[in-house]
């Protein structure tokens, strides 16, 4: 069974702040993704990582993926209440073409 | 508009009726699945397809069937609902090989 393990659940923090959210697996990724949901929508893509060891940025967000392809990190910097929302992690596997995602993490950021 | 269309956005049914629940994508991407997502589980995967009359199972496929006759319908069917399957339902389609997932606005079902 291919688990994707979310870490923390939830968090409230102070504008301002710095956070960070981890996604891991026993199982060698393909490629990761990181969404983020608002209520009553669907997902929204912010980032895909591919290769072991890549960072990427956008904007205040930093995404990692580990050397061994097997977890990844969203950093965020000095946390702003537009930033509140779901933010999930999605993995595929090599020679499968499913799709699993973490049970995401509900991030809340204070004014 | 061109993107992933769902509907209902929300239906009320009663335990033992059948529900099916439509997508249609108009990006022609050939692959597309289907969630479902509740508290406490995130998202959950039902069934997903490579390509036209090519289906396969999720982590979670029991109580659904799906059908992909044309490759922008993705239509899901509930046979006889329990209240269990109360929840809110992607479809997402995807480019092969990039992983990369494009959401529906999603599908509310209640089962009374």
């Known amino acids: 069974t291919q688990l994707l393990e979310q870490s923390p659940q939830f968090l409230s923090i102070q504008e301002g702040e710095n956070l960070t959210v981890y996604c891991n697996s026993s199982?060698?990724?393909?490629?990761l993704q990181w969404y983020r949901q608002e209520p009553g929508e669907g997902p929204v893509l912010l980032v895909t990582?591919?290769?072991?060891?890549e960072v990427k940025k956008l904007k205040r967000l930093t995404f990692q993926f580990g050397d061994a392809r097997k977890d990844s990190s969203l950093h965020i910097t000095a946390a702003q209440p537009g930033d509140t929302g779901l933010y999930l992690c999605?993995?595929?596997?090599?020679?499968?073409?499913?799709?699993?995602f973490g049970k995401g993490t509900r991030l809340h950021i204070l004014p | 508009d061109a993107g992933i269309t769902q509907s209902p956005r929300y239906k009320i049914t009663e335990t033992g009726r059948q529900v099916t629940l439509m997508c249609h994508q108009t990006?022609?991407?050939?692959?597309m699945f289907w969630y479902r997502q509740d508290l406490g589980h995130g998202l959950r995967l039902i069934y997903y397809?490579?390509?036209?009359?090519?289906?396969d199972k999720g982590e979670v496929p029991d109580g659904y069937v799906v059908s992909r006759s044309k490759t922008e319908n993705f239509p899901l069917t509930l046979e006889s609902a329990t209240r269990s399957q109360t929840s809110v339902y992607f479809c997402?389609?995807?480019?092969?090989?990039?992983?990369?997932?494009?959401f529906g606005e999603g599908s509310r079902l209640t089962v009374l």
């Open positions: 997402a389609s995807s480019v092969p090989n990039t992983g990369e997932l494009f």
């Open positions: 199982s060698v990724f393909s490629s």
């Open positions: 990582v591919v290769t072991g060891g």
């Open positions: 999605a993995g595929g596997y090599p020679r499968d073409d499913k799709i699993i």
């Open positions: 990006w022609s991407h050939s692959y």
């Open positions: 397809s490579a390509a036209a009359d090519i289906t």
